[in-house]
């Protein structure tokens, strides 16, 4: 069977929406953070930072120093985007704890955003307040259509969750405006947004509205990017600028380089590459698209093949914030942005839209447990913008960033969550990622009650309660992570022949189920290395240490010498233990290591004489709740022996 | 013995001066190299950049961009001190091979120095050309006594070398200027430069000029550093600058944090720092002041044991050109300027002023032989700027840099190094560096002849004639350097028991010298490993290769695996192989290691199986020769099982 007739073969998977799941356990807790502490204080942040008073057509318009904790800010075109992902966050959590005071704060900056919105539909509280005149003249740099997309994703959760429709129809007035302004008619603009992001939004606005004009123009966004004559060319000769006064002189770096169907290396920018690929994964699936899908195919075959962190980071330069060569993932610096892993998750998460299949789920579930998690701390008020594998100890957690794209962006993820954890489709029910919860999903024509009970990434012990409203025939996919050695798997008590019913790493049980119908499923959770191909120099002579979906770190505040003079020789077992009052809960790992002390060494800086080894008991904490105790050294890669 | 006696106890140690060293073998080569190619290459660049024009004041005012090589350069205010470091390589190279066009064209460099002074002495073409009226209002950051320094020292380089006075009067009267405008005196400022320098010059200055003032001059610049009411706090405050507006907010980024005999830790900019320590070690030496000296100890001892490369580099970060913590020295990002470690060449080189000690004279035979010269191709043509222990292949020399202070710098450094070799006193000859030459050194009243014949680095084995004017006392102390684990002396072929001999890591033969005396001494140079202390991180695991004074690196060419993926046995030997058509002719290193290449690994970017092991050859050549051939990888620390 080639790929493409593969494709066509498969079912559309759509994820459930936001208030369908139910979510307790792991993330539950990491929910109930975000809702108690980020949510409020992202809005707060915002506040502080002048943004109110960007989008206030009736207050004075701010300069572009704006006075924020003690300093001067620059205000910043993007923060549209920011007020998006604020009130997006929001509604994930007062559609699970109420909060009026936040959600009257959220109506008010609703209430002026439609106070801003221009007659014909426009809005853009950079072009209108602080550089009026200008809209549609630099689509390439200045984010118009990115802003837009996160307010639109906050429209359509915060409908869903408070079923206020205010945002969502300013939000629809903005997108037929755009229709009419861009697009390939004789008297449109053929552009598309520098910095991606619209086109999964309007994917979106599409579903909750069903209004197919808005898929149509996610459609036309993703095929016009990198054709030839090249917009932003003729857009930049068109403003007096030298095309070729572009970021390292390529147009990778937004990929806008080459047509969407004919790119085959993830490059430049990471959190726009991750946006764009999520929006094409969503148009393939719509339109039944296999020239899109042929290209992510590649693409993720690259990005996994070549260029990913073991964490599932990614981006690992901060001079483009995003990808440089083919296994060039240094430890120390990664940049890694908390953003860029929110965004795999995005693009992972759309993938399984065309039918489960494990590697986009183990993909989505490695970065969602460390590479994207890290960046919130676990009291949900500080964040990571970068999320190295290595820190010296001078690696914190900021209360907030100049940029702010990163807080919103992992709180919205988290509180979420549920509607990356299952699909569902017209005959099938999808369990991408097992976690403690009760989703309500349409299948089969009728609704269906799933129970799942799991302590769940610390236990492999999976129980699932299956409720129909009426006794319905369908299948359900259970995923059998990739990283997992040994599963068992049976159904009202039957055990069943996992290897027989497992296909692209998801079992598929086909039968008619009736209430309290019951699956169990047990995942063996082995500590295990993990080594990195030859060609990483920085991680050659390593291992990283995995449970599970955990990539685990060693902290300098459990073990007392220097990380790098750690070997952890190649028989030393490591050993799971419980520990609930440590970092909220988590399952540590502990063994015998051997450590070079500086200890006995002297005062030479260096000597013909090698170190002596001594045998040290070391601790691992999952990467993800590293830097939430006393500041010190991180490691993930542990050296070997 | 206190070390202040034991320093007051010890001869005081000129250097000769360049022309009395005849220079062959290893370093003759690398001198050669320069007088071929560099030193023309260098007033070719900076004709090229703009700088005639500068220092001409009949020509008309440039502005602050300038144009260079197909683009726009930006007008430095250091420019002076590059002609200065031009016309102190031109004036070794002609002294060595006539070059008469050189020659012209630095009689008009300083013909046009002579047109520029003002009638009151001063001169500076920035603060005449570029910002007129300003002079001696920005000590701490604008370079203009560091730009005099360098003026005097091609003044007396060019004075030894041609005879001519010229310049050397220019500068005699510009520091007659500076003694009257900066002291302690009723209406002088008690000021000195940010980047120091001109405090090592003016002593050059004084020693061959016979005047006294300038060496107390230099006494007052360091005396007066870093003392409180601080200068640079009461300099900002007159030009309405806030003092707290300096790199890091702190003073130490150029040592005037505190009097500097206070200080006890290598801190800031690491040349400012190097040519400090410079400059005090030679008022330690001409004063006999103790305060320094301690002062010298204490830094130098801070230095070598925590933030030194295995390489002989330092001040390995870019941020601040200079020093950060202690033991952080990455290897790949390592900034390691080509200038800092010229400049730990001329303080070491300056402590054994105070007499043979085998612990300065090895450090300045490892910055010399390792992180200095690796500035400079084997050709002459190009210029490392920074000198990482690690590349990937991307690090190549420059053909010219916007800041070009360290061309000119190891230049002038390679054609002067006969003066390092030797030192002279009352009563002895020490011999601090081996290397094929003649040397014809004052002492005991007398001229003497010493002839060295040595393959040395190659070859251990150095030969000694001894050629007084007459017979004559005195001591000759020869250096048994601390990597050496097994040497041999005989004084006309009769054994001496070093040991017996040896003070303070120099062997002193005393005894009445006549012409035709010969002394013999054999250094065994053994292939070792080093080792890094615990602390450095970047080092763990892996050990650096050494053979006598030079530290060897993989590369690429020479090896086909990616570097890192090379692991050294702890039982591998490596034999040293003479190739005398590599490199300008070198020893090569070759042993057995392990390597774990990509080719059998697969697809995966992780996995849980470890990679397989190969056996496989390595070659290893002197760290100063790489990036001569093709480019590619380069490692200094190797992986180590």
Not at 419 to 424: D, L
Request: hydrophobic share 35%.
């Amino acid at each position: 069977m080639t790929l493409a007739a593969d494709i066509a073969s498969r079912a559309r998977f759509r994820p459930p929406a936001v208030p369908q799941v139910e979510v307790r356990g792991f993330w539950g807790g990491r929910i109930d953070a975000v809702c108690a502490r980020t949510a409020d204080t992202l809005y707060q942040r915002c506040e502080e930072a002048g943004m109110l008073q960007q989008i206030d057509p009736d207050a004075p318009a701010p300069g572009v120093k704006i006075p924020f904790h003690g300093g001067l800010v620059t205000a910043q075109m993007f923060w549209d985007s920011d007020f998006g992902k604020v009130i997006e966050t929001a509604a994930y959590c007062l559609q699970r704890t109420p909060n009026p005071e936040l959600e009257r704060k959220v109506d008010h900056v609703i209430d002026l955003y439609g106070k801003l919105q221009q007659p014909d539909g426009y809005l853009s509280s950079w072009y209108q307040r602080i550089q009026p005149g200008l809209r549609w003249t630099n689509l390439r740099d200045c984010h118009e259509l990115y802003c837009a997309g996160h307010l639109i994703e906050g429209a359509v959760a915060y409908c869903q969750a408070t079923g206020k429709r205010q945002l969502l129809d300013i939000m629809c007035r903005f997108m037929d405006h755009v229709a009419e302004v861009l697009g390939t008619g004789p008297d449109q603009k053929p552009g598309y947004c520098g910095h991606e992001e619209i086109e999964l939004a309007l994917v979106k606005l599409a579903r909750v509205t069903g209004q197919q004009k808005y898929m149509d123009l996610a459609r036309y966004f993703i095929d016009e990017r990198g054709r030839q004559p090249h917009f932003y060319d003729a857009e930049a000769r068109e403003q007096g600028r030298d095309p070729q006064d572009y970021i390292f002189k390529t147009y990778e770096y937004n990929q806008s380089h080459l047509p969407v169907r004919e790119q085959d290396k993830v490059v430049g920018h990471a959190v726009r590459a991750m946006y764009l690929y999520s929006g094409m994964a969503d148009i393939a699936m719509e339109y039944g698209d296999d020239g899109l899908r042929l290209a992510l195919e590649r693409l993720w075959r690259d990005l996994t093949s070549k260029r990913l962190y073991v964490t599932g980071g990614l981006g690992p330069s901060a001079d483009n914030e995003g990808f440089t060569a083919d296994y060039d993932l240094p430890n120390e610096s990664a940049y890694a942005e908390t953003c860029a892993a929110v965004g795999l998750v995005f693009w992972a998460g759309r993938m399984l839209g065309l039918g489960p299949d494990a590697r986009y789920a183990d993909m989505m579930e490695l970065a969602l447990y460390n590479g994207a998690i890290s960046g919130l701390s676990l009291d949900g008020a500080t964040f990571f913008y970068e999320n190295p594998l290595e820190s010296r100890g001078g690696h914190h957690r900021w209360t907030w960033h100049r940029c702010p794209c990163c807080p919103p962006n992992i709180a919205r993820l988290t509180a979420s969550i549920g509607s990356y954890m299952y699909g569902q489709s017209e005959d099938g029910i999808a369990v991408h990622l097992y976690g403690d919860s009760t989703a309500t999903l349409d299948v089969a024509g009728g609704r269906v009650r799933l129970v799942q009970e799991t302590r769940y990434p610390w236990d492999g012990a999976i129980a699932l309660t299956i409720e129909p409203e009426a006794p319905a025939s369908f299948t359900l996919h259970l995923r059998i992570p990739g990283w997992c050695r040994k599963a068992t798997l049976s159904v009202n008590g039957e055990p069943q022949d996992l290897a027989a019913i497992t296909r692209n790493g998801y079992a598929a049980i086909t039968r008619r189920w009736a209430a309290g119908d019951t699956v169990r499923l047990d995942l063996e959770l082995a500590v295990e290395r993990i080594h990195a191909h030859p060609e990483i120099r920085h991680d050659a002579g390593r291992a990283a240490i995995r449970r599970g979906p955990l990539v685990y770190c060693l902290e300098g505040v459990d073990n007392g010498v220097p990380l790098n003079s750690l070997v952890l020789p190649a028989d030393a077992r490591l050993t799971p233990r419980d520990e609930p009052a440590l970092l909220g809960g988590v399952v540590t790992l502990e063994g015998q290591a051997r450590a070079r002390p500086a200890s006995d060494w002297g005062d030479d800086l260096y000597r013909t004489v090698p170190p002596a080894e001594h045998p040290v008991r070391i601790k691992a904490v999952p990467y993800y709740a590293w830097d939430n105790r006393d500041p010190g050294e991180m490691l993930v890669w542990v050296r070997t022996a």
